[in-house]
């Protein structure tokens, strides 16, 4: 072998060796670019994951990193509606809705210390840049001491302006831009979620979980000096709630069973029912002619308005075997808004505490190994008192849905939906009100 032969061969050996090496160091960027410890995955593997697990972590904390995801969902609707009111519905025809998009930002910031921060880029009802929430996330605490280290082995404590995890559904609700955990085009007609300032500690082992919280009870905070109702106490209380519950797997089969409860004796304006500032994904559904679709974003919800105080009940069972899975609520609520009539602006008293009792169920199958294609029923169904009324109004909704996953990051997924109300006054505008038809989503998420 000549030299020139020679020169070639450490050449390429050395490209080999160089190419295997950066191969090697790609491959575990990629792991520790992917994920902070305890953390729930943006894309499908994030699917049917509630709160983060304590499981040993596999990434080995080499320093403060930075993840940036995002949410991104784009709609066509084909909804009709009707009202018995007399009134003039929006004028409805076949279309694309705005997009809606979220921005991640994932940080951990030492060992077992992780920051989660959303931003809402776009959304039905805040086009511009919205921040969401943001919260630090304690898995380990940064102590030399074999007795703090005991405790975090079944603890996690978060802190921030949060979503509070009240119930199991808000785990897979659309979430603005993140539709990647919802088999259907939409959440609960009554969808508990909020966002709140406050501290959670939760512990969980074997199976076994439970759940303490406190906040400050509404969706915005205020320095200003607290107002005395007339007993004297003042207009605004913390907001508590806790959670315990199962969650077991058997070979192929997994059973989660949880109960939540949520209490805000006086709030300024507690948003609970009302916190979500995305929006519903059925736009101009059952409002009035000529709407403001963004002021309007509720459309196909059901709020019972219990902004001044609340005490709610929601219990969740969860069961997967192989590539079925079903997933249940009931939810109990009381409250009101705690005002007085006021004939000269069309108030109508709501001092006495109201209820509202939702269900559903719904059945998936995921077809497939990797379960990339599925097909869906959901139904779902509200009754509360409202002020004035006599009788609980109802509210039923029937949704058939079915998806597929291109890839664990995009899917394509389409719903069928038939919603009516039942027992509305005569001049309210959802009086004998229905609407149904076809939603199709496209989603990413990563």
């Known amino acids: 072998m000549n030299t020139k032969q020679m020169a070639k061969l450490a050449l390429s050996v050395l490209l080999l060796g160089s190419m295997q090496a950066a191969n090697a160091q790609q491959t575990t960027e990629r792991e520790a670019y992917g994920r902070p410890s305890y953390w729930r995955p943006h894309d499908k593997t994030g699917i049917n994951v509630f709160e983060t697990s304590k499981a040993a972590d596999t990434i080995p904390y080499t320093g403060l990193k930075i993840r940036f995801g995002a949410g991104f969902t784009q709609q066509f609707q084909n909804l009709k509606h009707e009202t018995k009111s007399g009134q003039a519905l929006y004028e409805m025809g076949a279309g694309f809705n705005l997009a809606m998009a979220n921005l991640y930002t994932d940080v951990q910031l030492a060992d077992g210390i992780r920051l989660d921060l959303t931003t809402y880029l776009s959304t039905r009802h805040h086009n511009e840049t919205w921040v969401k929430g943001g919260y630090i996330q304690f898995d380990k605490l940064p102590f030399k001491s074999a007795l703090f280290d005991k405790i975090m082995q079944y603890t996690t404590i978060k802190i921030g302006h949060m979503e509070v995890n009240y119930g199991d559904q808000h785990f897979r609700r659309t979430d603005a831009g993140n539709g990647i955990y919802n088999a259907f085009g939409e959440n609960y007609i009554v969808d508990a979620f909020s966002t709140e300032i406050g501290g959670e500690i939760y512990v969980q082992k074997n199976g076994l979980f439970g759940m303490v919280a406190l906040t400050n009870g509404t969706i915005n905070s205020s320095i200003a000096k607290q107002a005395k109702d007339g007993t004297g106490d003042s207009t605004k209380n913390p907001a508590i709630y806790f959670k315990a519950g199962v969650d077991k797997s058997f070979g192929k089969a997994r059973v989660r069973l949880s109960g939540s409860a949520y209490v805000n004796q006086k709030s300024p304006r507690s948003v609970l029912y009302a916190g979500d ?75 006495n505490k109201r209820t509202m009792n939702q269900t559903a169920i719904e059945g998936i199958y995921r077809f497939g190994a990797k379960e990339n294609v599925f097909a869906g029923v959901r139904y779902n169904a ?55 038809g076809y939603v199709v989503e496209a989603v990413v998420g990563f």
């Open 277 to 351: 500032r995305g929006g519903s994904w059925y736009y101009g559904v059952m409002d009035p002619k000529g709407a403001d679709l963004k002021a309007n974003f509720t459309s196909g919800r059901f709020t019972p308005d219990f902004t001044r105080n609340v005490r709610a009940v929601m219990l969740n069972g969860f069961f997967k075997y192989a590539g079925f899975e079903a997933f249940g609520t009931y939810e109990t609520a009381k409250g009101n808004k705690a005002v007085a009539a006021d004939a000269t602006k069309g108030i109508v008293a709501d001092l």
């Open 382 to 436: 509200v009754n509360a008192e409202l002020p004035g009324y006599t009788n609980k109004v109802n509210i039923d909704r029937t949704s058939f849905a079915a998806g597929w996953f291109l890839t664990n990051n995009v899917l394509l997924k389409g719903e069928y939906v038939v919603q009516n109300y039942k027992n509305f006054k005569a001049a309210d505008i959802r009086n004998g009100g229905k609407f149904n």
